[in-house]
C-alpha cells in the first residue's frame, strides 16, 4: 500500500487554510469587478467611456432642435458585483496526537482521513474535500454608489438648431 503523501498537521492550519483560499477566492471576484469596471468605464488614457447619441425633437415657438446626450458608459451596463455568499467544507480527519501548553487550550494534530464511505477494499487511501459554495450579487459598495452620483451629473444634453433651420 503506498504511503499517504498527507502529513500530520495542526488541525487549525488545516481548517485555517480552507478558509484562506475561500477568502482569497471572494478576493479574486472583486478584482475581477474592479477590472471590469477599469476595462469596460474607462479607456487606455483613464478617460470616461462615454456612448453618444443624437436626436431631433419639435419646441415649440423655436422649431425642430437636434440634441446630442452624452452618457456615462457604467451608468448603463450591469456592473457584475458577485461575492462568496456562503461556503461549506466537509472533510474528515483522523486526529493523531493532541499536546496542551501551559495556558493554550489542547493543540490537536491531524491528517486528512479517507472517506468514511471510501471502499475498504481499496489499494490505496483516497481523501475527499467538498466544497460547497453560493456565490450571489453583492452589495453596492458606497464608493460605487458615489460614482456612480458623479458620473449621472455627467451626462451631458446639447442642443442645436436641425441643420436647414437656423
Known sequence: MPENTVSHIPLSQLVGSLVRDIVDADGMAAKAT?????NVGFDEKGELR????SYQQVVPGVGVKRYTVSV???TLVPIPILGIDKAEISFTTKIVEMSQGD?????LLAKIAAD?????DATSETTN?????TM???DVPAGITGIFGLLSNNIQVTGAPASGQE
Not at 50 to 53: G, I, K, S
Not at 116 to 120: E, Y
Not at 129 to 133: G, P, Q, S
Open 34 to 38: 474592479s477590472d471590469f469596471i477599469q
Open 50 to 53: 462615454t456612448v453618444q447619441f
Open 72 to 74: 456615462p458608459l457604467l
Open 103 to 107: 495556558s493554550q487550550a489542547p493543540k
Open 116 to 120: 468514511a464511505q471510501s471502499n475498504s
Open 129 to 133: 474535500i467538498k466544497f460547497t459554495l
Open 136 to 138: 450571489s450579487r453583492s
